[in-house]
């Protein structure tokens, strides 16, 4: 398995820049997301790194190999993407075993060697070396595809194409495994089984893996690290705890999670505990900051809802509920405090009931929970 470092890539587009200084450096086995929203460039460094586009400028290394160079089929890079890319009129077995064939084939007349392959295969009369097979069968067991290697991809679920096209990539043992968005067309429910799935396998086969989304719980919940990505630059790397407990911007909060933001100015300190004054209010927090305006950052969870006040707290606000949302296992209360609406979250318990519209709580924040930028 290959590590993958990415060192001041650009791309441009017709003159228009759409990467600008991308410096990845990600490390043997690791699972590494790039996250951003639509059109901030991560399909495009991911075809970048499989060799699909050529960079402006930069250099991008597979292990100490420098892989500019060399074509996509010389990377040794697997390939899943959002849309599958399956052989529709071929059943999952051929689908998996065909670019194991084609690699084979390589060599002399191998137009005339494809064209008898794909009769052999129109007429059901494929015979595979017994290595392909095996390594067929062992990774369609592995994928837990055994049952569905006769049939056709047209007529599997959305998760089992994709399990197919997993598959289709491994077989091929690459160094290093690119997904793009591959879970982006399942619903709900499959998406989570989907994400574990994928999880379980990239740990099982200590794979370097780099995972396009704009799914922020997705990258939080599967990589070991992230890459936040907006407008063509890389703004913050970091373990997901990191990247919700210290964003770097306020965009990093408030892609990567919720947060309360909300614009302070710095006042003097205060038994060694930054003083933001907010409206009519003032907030104190641990953290520091070396300019007047900052903004100041809450986590919904960080918020305690109280109805009385039954603890002291550095910071404490009197407020009205506006709204509740109940999520299941917590509820989420709009909260109107002076001129700003807080979103508070609170474990949800049951037989208590939810704090209707117009209550009047108080809001309590510990200086700890209550971050600078
Ligand atoms: N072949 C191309 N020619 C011109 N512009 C392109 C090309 N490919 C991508 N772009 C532009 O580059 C920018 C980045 O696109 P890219 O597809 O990398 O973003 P993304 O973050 O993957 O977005 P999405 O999540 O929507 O796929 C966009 O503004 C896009 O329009």
Do not use: W
């Amino acid at each position: 398995m290959g590590s993958v470092v990415v060192e001041k890539l650009t791309k441009d587009f017709s003159g228009v820049t759409v990467l600008q200084n991308i410096n990845l450096d990600i490390k043997e086995g690791e699972f590494f997301a790039l996250l951003g929203p639509s059109g901030c460039g991560k399909t495009t460094t991911m075809r970048c790194i499989a060799g699909f586009e050529k960079p402006t400028s930069g250099v991008i290394r597979i292990g100490e190999k420098v892989i500019n160079g060399l074509t996509p089929n010389q990377r040794n890079c697997g390939m899943v993407f959002q849309s599958y890319a399956l052989f529709p009129h071929m059943n999952v077995f051929d689908n998996v075993a065909y670019s194991l064939n084609v690699k084979r084939l390589k060599g002399s007349n191998v137009l005339k060697k494809m064209a008898t392959y794909t009769r052999m295969l129109n007429s059901r009369l494929v015979k595979y070396p017994k290595d392909i097979e095996k390594k067929v069968r062992d990774i369609l067991e592995y994928v837990e595809l055994t049952e569905h290697a006769k049939k056709l991809t047209s007529a599997l679920s959305g998760g089992q194409q994709q399990r197919v096209a997993l598959a289709r990539a491994l077989v091929m043992e690459p160094e290093v495994l690119l997904m793009d968005e591959p879970l982006s067309n399942l619903d709900q429910k499959l998406r989570h089984t989907m994400r574990n799935t994928i999880r379980k396998i990239q740990q099982d086969l200590k794979i370097t893996t780099i995972f396009v989304t704009h799914d922020q719980e997705e990258a939080m919940s599967m990589a070991d690290r992230v890459a936040v990505m907006n407008e063509g630059e890389i703004l913050q790397i970091g373990t997901p705890t990191d990247l919700y407990s210290n964003p770097r911007t306020p965009f990093i909060a408030d892609f990567v999670g919720t947060s309360n933001i909300i614009p302070g100015e710095m006042l003097d300190p205060e038994d060694g505990l930054s003083v933001i004054q907010i409206g009519n209010q003032v907030v104190k927090s641990v953290s520091t900051a070396d300019k007047k305006a900052v903004q100041v950052i809450i986590r919904p969870e960080n918020i305690n809802v109280l109805k009385e006040e039954s603890k002291e707290y550095d910071n404490s606000f009197e407020g009205e509920i506006l709204f509740a949302t109940y999520l299941g296992s917590i509820v989420r209360y709009d909260i109107k405090v002076g001129d700003y609406t807080l979103t508070a979250d609170t474990t949800y318990e049951s037989g208590k009931n939810i704090l209707k519209a117009g209550t009047s709580v108080k809001l309590g924040v510990s200086p700890e929970r209550v971050l600078l930028i």
